[in-house]
């Protein structure tokens, strides 16, 4: 009897080696991808494309109201009295007067709050988008909102005929759907991207909005110079709808429900970032709040979007009514700060990874490093471009493009530290931030309309660059200050006594192995880089 119990253990053991033999293999036979490229690395690329997606699909209004709107009422025969100074030709075919062919009739005010109405709605569903991550998962949530920001772009020309409120309510409505898009993206990471590799990983993400812009600005200025610009809002469409169908093919929330990723690298994510057997935590909402880590980077996020979003909204702007470039030469030049953008981003974040992998310098220290670094950078530029004398375009677009620039460092600085410092709540840490950020999108072009209503002279934007400049100097200084990258108490997990696993018996420390508290980084780079 003892004998035949033994002959069975052992033929069950054997049957479930070999069905979990069955499994691995069936995990990593899904197609001619499976043996070259870490299911990592694929979701980080549907982040970038989609990215480009995004930006091409939301950025093209601003270059597209410089030929919405009819220019020439701008200056009143009472304001030219004053010192009205407008740059001459600065390329072939660029007059002031190519610039005043718009169909409709828009202040510079108005123009503002138009412009940023798409944040009006952006800013009331960061925590919302926090917390449908949590509940539904990134995947379906990041989707369904890239759809339905793509749909309600087509319908901005039809809105913007019909009167300004319309436009608004379409550019609000675009704003309150895509708003959740970035608390899922760093909620995923949460539970995707192994502490080494998290700059690595969100830099490819980030450097989508750059080239998105790259790619928007010289495609909405062919398109409005060549088939009029409404063609501005319906082209976009194809370019989301063919991501959609990519992104519901490949995307999952985490390494546990892929179902073709290899069990390597499923083991080295897990582990690395400590999630076997997490359950959804419940948020520390008050904790949070008052936590000044937190708070160093919501005033970061404000400070660093100030530049991004004055220059997404306000560039084209700049360009034709202080710069004087026609419209094609517009959308060329728009393009290039966006340019050193990309390749800042992701140089500080190949860069920062190497450094925290050598383990030579404290992490924060490393993160500071670079917000000191990309800040100082944004301040000084935006002082000279308060200073510039007479007529300078070509200056003034070289600081423009060195400030974004340095803004691409900041990504490696503060923004890949909520998956480090509070990893099991970096979706709803992100969302806060990004509102306080999304405050600065609502502003920026607020600012310009009222500063340059009916007189938009140089003296003008000066005043806009030296509000600029204060912004991210004070707004650096006190990121620098306050950031942390140790995960923080509130968002530490109580250790599962309850859990017996063989792995964790003995464990010196459950918290690390139950929860997304951070293994060491020498124990983590030890770890094989997996294929999928």
């Known amino acids: 009897m003892d004998a035949t119990g033994k002959d069975m253990a052992a033929a069950d053991a054997v049957g479930k080696a070999e069905t979990s033999s069955d499994q691995h293999s069936e995990k990593g036979s899904c197609c001619l991808l499976a043996d070259k490229i870490p299911a990592r690395y694929i979701l ?40 009205y100074q407008l740059c001459p030709s600065s390329g072939r075919g660029n007059t002031s007067s190519q610039n005043d062919q718009g169909e409709l009739d828009w202040s510079e005010s108005l123009k503002g709050v138009i412009l940023g109405a798409n944040f009006y709605g952006y800013i009331f569903t960061q925590v919302v988008g926090g917390m449908l991550e949590q509940r539904l998962g990134g995947r379906i949530v990041y989707g369904t909102s890239m ?44 539970r995707w991207a192994p502490p080494t590799e998290r700059t ?27 088939l009029g610009w409404e063609y501005i809002f319906y082209i976009p469409g194809a370019f989301v709808a063919a991501w959609l169908v990519t992104w519901l093919l490949l995307a999952y929330d985490s390494p546990a429900k892929h179902p073709r990723i290899l069990e390597e690298e499923q083991k080295y994510i897990e582990e690395g970032i400590g999630i ?6 419940t948020v520390p909402w008050l904790k949070i709040l008052l936590s000044p880590a937190v708070w160093a980077l919501i005033i970061g996020q404000f400070s660093s979007n100030w530049g991004v979003f004055f220059l997404t909204t306000q560039l084209p702007n700049y360009m034709q009514n202080v710069l004087g470039f026609n419209i094609q030469t517009n959308g060329l030049l728009s393009a290039l700060p ?34 000191i670094t990309g800040y100082s950078g944004m301040v000084i530029c935006g002082v000279i471009l308060a200073n510039l004398t007479g007529c300078n375009p070509f200056t003034a677009v070289a600081l423009l493009c060195l400030t974004q620039g340095f803004n691409g460092l900041t990504v490696a600085g503060f923004r890949a530290v909520h998956v480090e410092f509070a990893p099991r709540f970096s979706g709803v840490t992100f969302a806060l931030a990004n509102t306080g950020g999304t405050v600065s999108g609502i502003f920026a072009p607020l600012l310009v309309g009222l500063v340059t209503d009916n007189y938009p002279t140089p003296a003008a934007w000066s005043t ?23 995960i923080q108490p509130w968002a530490r997990g109580e250790p599962n006594v309850n859990d017996k696993s063989p792995e964790l018996a003995g464990s010196k420390d459950l918290v690390i192995a139950n929860e997304f508290a951070e293994m060491p980084l020498k124990t983590v780079g030890e770890m094989p880089n997996t294929k999928l």
């Open 200 to 226: 690595r990983l969100l830099a490819i993400c980030y450097m989508g909005l750059p080239l998105g812009n790259i790619i928007n600005y010289p495609l909405a200025s062919f398109l409005a110079a060549e």
């Open 464 to 486: 806009i660059f030296y509000i600029g400049a204060a912004i991210q100097g004070v707004g650096g200084i006190f990121t620098a200050v306050f950031m942390r990258t140790d």
């Open 276 to 281: 076997r057997g997490r359950q959804k935590p």
């Open 44 to 83: 980080a690329a549907l982040f970038f494309v989609g990215h480009i997606s995004l930006t091409i699909s939301r950025g093209g209004f601003a270059l597209a109201v410089v030929v919405m709107v009819n220019s020439s009422s701008r200056v009143t025969p009472a304001n030219q009295t004053d010192s």
């Open 338 to 371: 966006f340019v050193l953008a990309m390749v800042s981003t992701l140089a500080s974040g190949v860069a920062a990874d190497r450094l925290i992998q050598g383990e030579k310098i404290p992490k924060v220290w490393i993160r500071r490093g670079f917000v």
């Open 147 to 190: 759809l339905l920001g793509a749909v309600l772009n087509v319908l901005c020309p039809v809105a913007a005929r019909t009167s300004p409120w319309a436009i608004f309510a379409v550019r609000f409505s675009m704003g309150l759907v895509s708003g959740v898009l970035f608390p899922s993206l760093y909620g995923i990471w949460g």
